[in-house]
């Protein structure tokens, strides 16, 4: 029997201790949403359910929020706000220091946001668009479509997950951020981009050095669908014709709603894209020499060089990406010419070049693609693919998507046969050695 105390006693110990962390961590959590709520109370009242957290995972959650703005009988109700860092000392670090220091792992979600369409907050933003849109259709080049508009459509309710995610591995100098944002029955958007240089927020924010930069809408096609029915109906026109009227728009019809104007390519895309919606991908790789600060120094059309443009619509390159502004644009800029020291022919084969394709790359020049897209090819066969989170001596840290959703994989380096990363052509080819 006295063999068993000392394990009891240790037993004990730790769900004291464990008891007591998980006690600490709600009281810290609480005390950082009341203030939040006490400060936010001229704008708004905010209520919550309750507090979670997960100490393994450094993860803490503020669960059923409603926000109710001060002048509005109506709500904006969220299922799960939540913050993750890199493991569970995250939870008890000073929050102060995530403004001096980038951390290695933050991850920001809100999940289960919803907004009636009914209620008074979308029929105030339907307001506000209405005094934007003036005489303008809700369904024309420009337009916002209004709460009675999506009902129309079939919608119920603005329905939307989100998620933000800052991620810096110890072996590499870059930083990687993503934002993704899902309205249910609408669309999914994903922004994503690689920083290199400082590991400071503010100076992130202040300058930021973009290695890569990714835009993908993904459109849910039966509301594509229905919306083309519904805003031809409501401009007396058929669905081709519709369509028409977006691809074909005047430049001034562009300028306004767009801010600039797309070229004869870009408008094909667009009409492309409204006859079989799908997936549009727009990727940048801005040059070294690009500084906003200089911009006044080059004319706009050396920004699809200078940002490494690449447009995809449902998988189609896009392969002119011509387009003006209008005369107050055009005014920030110069007359520089990027230049370039090669011949015409050698112009025609750079830019066929100008392309992005999966090409088999060293491990150990890995660290330098940390979240890019990369395909491995395992030993016994086997496949793994996913954004590269981080690299270290052991294995690779993949993320994958799943069903909408995402989830992170482990490969060891000695069962790796060979690796390709997705990027430009135009890269030195040292690269592949």
């Given at each position: ?17 464990y008891g007591g962390a998980k006690g600490l961590i709600y009281y810290k959590t609480q005390s950082a949403v009341d203030q939040m709520v006490q400060q936010a109370q001229l704008f708004a009242e905010i209520r919550y359910d309750g507090i979670s957290s997960d100490l393994l ?377």
């Amino acid at each position: 029997m006295k063999n068993l105390k000392v394990p009891l006693i240790i037993i004990l110990l730790a769900a004291l201790i464990y008891g007591g962390a998980k006690g600490l961590i709600y009281y810290k959590t609480q005390s950082a949403v009341d203030q939040m709520v006490q400060q936010a109370q001229l704008f708004a009242e905010i209520r919550y359910d309750g507090i979670s957290s997960d100490l393994l995972k450094g993860r803490v959650a503020v669960e059923n929020i409603s926000i109710t703005p001060v002048t509005l009988q109506d709500s904006i109700n969220i299922r799960e706000a939540a913050i993750q860092g890199d493991g569970p000392m995250f939870l008890f670090s000073d929050a102060a220091k995530l403004n001096q220091q980038t951390p290695e792992k933050l991850i920001v979600s809100v999940a289960g946001i919803d907004i009636s369409l009914d209620g008074q907050i979308m029929q105030s933003m339907n307001a506000a668009a209405a005094n934007q849109q003036a005489s303008m259709s809700s369904c024309a080049l420009g337009g916002t479509l209004t709460a009675m508009d999506l009902r129309a459509i079939g919608l119920q309710e603005i329905a939307a997950d989100m998620f933000i995610s800052v991620s810096r591995p110890k072996l590499s100098n870059k930083t990687r951020m993503e934002v993704d944002l899902s309205v249910y029955n609408m669309a999914e958007m994903s922004i994503s981009a690689t920083l290199s240089g400082a590991d400071n927020p503010v100076a992130i924010a202040m300058a930021p050095q973009a290695d890569e930069v990714r835009f993908v809408y993904k459109v849910n096609t039966d509301y594509m669908q229905n919306m083309k029915k519904y805003c031809a109906a409501q401009l007396a026109m058929d669905e081709a014709a519709f369509i028409e009227s977006y691809a074909g728009a005047t430049d001034e019809q562009y300028l306004q709603a767009l801010g600039f104007i797309p070229g004869k390519a870009i408008r094909q895309a667009i009409s492309d894209f409204m006859q079989q919606p799908g997936k549009i991908e727009l990727a940048m790789v801005p040059s070294p020499e690009l500084n906003p600060v200089n911009v006044q120094d080059y004319r706009p059309e050396d920004l699809i060089d200078m940002l490494g443009l690449q447009l995809k619509v449902n998988d189609q390159l896009v392969k002119e990406l011509d387009f003006t502004f209008g005369d107050e644009i055009n005014a920030m800029f110069g007359n520089k010419t990027v230049e370039k020291e090669v011949t015409v022919s050698e112009q025609a084969s750079e830019k066929n070049l100008v392309s992005y394709t999966y090409q088999i790359t060293p491990i150990s020049r890995l660290p330098q693609y940390i979240g890019a897209q990369v395909k491995i090819q395992l030993k016994d066969g086997l496949d793994r693919d996913g954004a590269l989170l981080s690299v270290n001596q052991k294995d690779l840290l993949l993320e994958q998507r799943l069903h909408g959703g995402k989830f992170q994989v482990y490969v060891p380096r000695d069962k790796i046969a060979s690796v390709k990363v997705l990027r430009l052509l135009k890269e030195d080819a040292g690269a592949n050695q």
